[in-house]
Structures are given as structure tokens and as C-alpha cells.
């Protein structure tokens, strides 16, 4: 009898020891979210505190609601403003005091007026957001139908009339936006899909003889060595790993690399005289987004051997300064405040032009304002180009006039991303291209005949 009672008393003894450690666990548990389980003593706590506050205040608490009576069950209460303000205190606090209670509820209920106006204010703004935007697409809507039906069947006598120069001004819808461009660049080389083709199958083949180790130097390829090439071929692969990183379609394992590669490599062939240069990938890659592979290197081709392009790519010095020469004409005239800024902190147009140049914006400026700017540099050719850095320049004159000479060659060189086309736009409309009744090409030839002079002038001159 004596080992039977020893035994449960021992069994009771471990038993209240888990109880206890599964009470304080739980304890924890309960404390991770701020609240700690009603014990048993629980209602009788709560009947202390409100006798100690009716005996403190004078006057009784209001009996407790039968919602309450249900809440003291409950695991957890929900935490929000609206239990806060409008429920009732718990049965085991004192209740909320009436000047308390409606200065709460007013509060709540500004609240939620505030909360109204927001929403209400919110679904206006999205409801402009969605008016806009169906009208920008009914607008390109119209403009594709008026492209198709109306000028590109009739591209000759149409596209110098002052509609169609109207609409071009407003951006051309993306849709047609690849045939516009092959038109508005023509094709004065006359390279077909045919000559493409070999330009593409003798790189490629130049490709497997560098990778292999061959030496061999073609005939049409005299005075262009095996490393300059190669140099080429190298250059070729690291700047299209570069070009517009952020779309992740143009570098390896993307679906526009090989076309970019292919038309690269067939222009290294088809001028060897100018090779690759860094810059022409992009160049190379905004056409691709809009044309076939073929018609992108035909009108990659001619864009490039235009006489601008060019100038810059074969690095062709004294026409360059040239080109800056008439710009600086322009940016007096339209800008004098920051031209003589520009000019006390000696930036000089190189710093920026070369790269807006050379990449005809598609680097500098967001992608689809950069096709923007390419639409009217098609219809309007290189004093285009210039013109938009007068624009870029006007839009930020106000910050620019402010800035030393690090500061302004930095904003420069890498320019807002968040850049808005209108503005732009409406800030390159502003620019005069014309110095003392001369327009851009009379002051650039007038420019190169001067250089020319000077080049071919008297040793007194030269000195």
C-alpha cells in the first residue's frame, strides 16, 4: 500500500511540473503577440478593478454588454482602428468615459472621410489615366489607318505635304514605323537582300577561320590585317553584351543577339574601310526592334554613310570641328545665357555631341523617346540631330546655368531617365536652326569652305 501511494503521489508531482512548464510555454507564446490568456481568476480581477474604479470615481461602470461576455472568450480580438475607437472596453477595464467615447467616434468618423476623399480622389486620377490612354490609342489607331491607306501608297507625292509633316512631328505609330524609316532612308547604295546575304556568309566564315587560327587575308580585305579583325570581331561581341543590358535581348542566350551579331559582322565586311566602332550597336539594334534583318542592315548602311555619321564614325577630326563649329553658331543664337556659361567653364560640345552622336540618342535618351527623335531625324536628316541637342539643352538651361564644369559635363553625359517626351518636344519646337538668314547647311558649307581655306591658305596664314 505504502509503494502504491508513493507511486501516485510521484506521478501527481510530475504531472502538476508539466502542467506548469506547459502553462509558462504557452505564456511565451501568448506574449509574442502582446496578450496573455485569461486565467481562471480572471473575472474575479476583473470584478476588483471595477469596484477600486467605481470607488475611485464615485460612479458605477456600465455592466458588461453581451458582445463582451463573448470577446472574454475569445483566443484573440481583432486590432484595428474600428475596434479601437468604436468597441467597448473589455468587461476586466473600466469603461471608456462618455466625453472620451465621442471625441473617439468623431475622430473615427474623420477618418473616414479622409479615407473617402483619397479613394475618391485616387479613382479620378486613374479615370484620367484610363481617358488619356484610350485617346492615345484611338489617336494612333487613326494614324495607323491614315499611314496605311493614305501615304504609304502614295509616299512620293505625300511625304513633304504639310500633313504628313504634322503627323511625322507626332510620332509615328510603331506598327509602321519600320517602313517609314527604310523610305525616309532610302537606299542610294543599292544593297539587296542578296548582297546582304554574302556579307553575312563572309563573316561568318571569317569568323570560323579567327576562331581556328587561320591567317588567310582576302583579296578585298588588302591593307586591313588579320588582328584588326579580329580586334573588330572582339569589339563586336563586347559592346552587343552592352547594348540596352536592361531589355535583356540583345545579349547571349537573347532573342535578337544573332540578328544584331549577323548585321554587325556582314557591315564589317561589307565596309572595311570603316569596321566596327562602338556606338553602331545601338544604332544597329533600334532598327532590328523595328525591321526585318535584311532591310535593318540595308537601312543600318545607308544611315551610316550618310555624311555626318560618317564624319564620326571614320573619325574624320577636321569635319567633326566642323560639325561642332555650326552647332555652337546655333547654341548662341538660341541660347546666349548658357553658351556664355558654357563657354566661361570651357565644356566644349565633344564632351557631350560625341555620344549623342554616335548613338543617334538611342543610348542617351529612354528607348521610346529615342524612336521619337529618330522619326524626325529621318524626314529632317543630320541639322535634326543638332537641333535636339539645343532642345536638351533649353529644357535644363535653368539647371545647367548653375552647375561648374564636372557637374554639367556628369548631368550630360548621363541624362534623367525619366525624361518626358512632350516636353522635349515642345522645348525642341522653340529652336530657331537659322543664324542671320542662314540655315544649317548654307552655315556648315560656309564652315567647311572657310576650313578648306585656311588648310590650303598662305604660309602667313598657316602661321
Known amino acids: 500500500i505504502s509503494l502504491t501511494l508513493l507511486f501516485s503521489s510521484c506521478r501527481n508531482l510530475l504531472a502538476r511540473k508539466q502542467n506548469a512548464r506547459l502553462d509558462k510555454q504557452n505564456d511565451l507564446g501568448w506574449k509574442l503577440f502582446g496578450k496573455v490568456p485569461l486565467r481562471e481568476n480572471a473575472q474575479k480581477d476583473s470584478k476588483k478593478i471595477q469596484k477600486e474604479y467605481e470607488d475611485k470615481t464615485g460612479r ?40 472620451e467615447a465621442q471625441k473617439h467616434r468623431q475622430q473615427y468618423e474623420e477618418m473616414v472621410v479622409q479615407a473617402k476623399k483619397r479613394e475618391l480622389k485616387e479613382a479620378q486620377r486613374r ?67 542578296e548582297l546582304f546575304d554574302i556579307c553575312l556568309a563572309r563573316a561568318k ?119 561642332f563649329a555650326a552647332f555652337e553658331v546655333f547654341f548662341e543664337e538660341n541660347l546666349p545665357k548658357l553658351f556664355a556659361h558654357f563657354k566661361k567653364n570651357n565644356l566644349t560640345p565633344d564632351i557631350y555631341l560625341i555620344d549623342w552622336i554616335f548613338t543617334l540618342y538611342s543610348k542617351s535618351l529612354p528607348l521610346d523617346l529615342a524612336c521619337r527623335v529618330w522619326d524626325v531625324f529621318c524626314r529632317d536628316g543630320e ?17 545647367l546655368t548653375k552647375m ?27 529652336i530657331q536652326m537659322q543664324s542671320r538668314n542662314k540655315k544649317w547647311a548654307q552655315v556648315l558649307t560656309a564652315l567647311q569652305k572657310d576650313s578648306r581655306e585656311m588648310e590650303k591658305g598662305s604660309p602667313s596664314l598657316r602661321h
Open 127 to 193: 479615370k484620367k489615366q484610363l481617358e488619356e490612354r484610350c485617346k492615345v490609342e484611338e489617336s494612333i489607331g487613326n494614324a495607323v489607318l491614315t499611314w496605311n491607306n493614305e501615304i504609304l501608297p502614295n509616299w512620293e507625292t505625300m511625304w513633304c505635304s504639310r500633313k504628313v509633316r504634322d503627323l511625322w512631328w507626332q510620332g509615328i505609330p510603331p506598327s509602321v514605323r519600320g517602313k517609314v524609316w527604310s523610305l525616309a532612308i532610302g537606299n542610294e547604295l543599292n544593297i539587296t537582300h
Open 205 to 323: 566564315e571569317k569568323w570560323r577561320s579567327l576562331s581556328t587560327g587561320g591567317s588567310e587575308v582576302e583579296s578585298e580585305d588588302a591593307g586591313f590585317s588579320a588582328a584588326d579583325r579580329e580586334a573588330s570581331l572582339e569589339l563586336i561581341k563586347l559592346d552587343i553584351s552592352r547594348t540596352f543590358p536592361n531589355l535583356c535581348i540583345f545579349q547571349q542566350g537573347g532573342p535578337y543577339h544573332d540578328m544584331l551579331h549577323s548585321i554587325l559582322g556582314a557591315y564589317t565586311c561589307y565596309r572595311p574601310d570603316v569596321g566596327y566602332v562602338q556606338g553602331m550597336s545601338f544604332i544597329a539594334a533600334v532598327l532590328i526592334l523595328n525591321l526585318d534583318t535584311a532591310d535593318a542592315f540595308i537601312a543600318f548602311s545607308n544611315l551610316l554613310n550618310k555624311p555626318c555619321q560618317m564624319a564620326f564614325f571614320r573619325v574624320d577630326h577636321g569635319l567633326m570641328l566642323t560639325y
Open 60 to 99: 458605477p461602470s456600465k455592466p458588461p454588454s453581451p458582445k463582451q461576455n463573448v470577446r472574454k472568450n475569445l483566443d484573440f480580438e481583432p486590432l484595428s482602428t474600428t475596434a479601437l475607437i468604436l468597441e467597448d472596453r473589455p468587461a476586466n477595464l473600466p469603461a471608456k468615459p462618455a466625453e
Open 404 to 430: 561648374d564644369f564636372i557637374h554639367m559635363a556628369q548631368f550630360l553625359t548621363r541624362l534623367p531617365e525619366d525624361l518626358p517626351a512632350e516636353e522635349l518636344f515642345a522645348s525642341i519646337a522653340t
Open 383 to 399: 541639322e535634326f540631330l543638332f537641333r535636339t541637342a539645343l532642345g536638351i539643352l533649353k529644357l535644363f538651361e535653368d539647371i
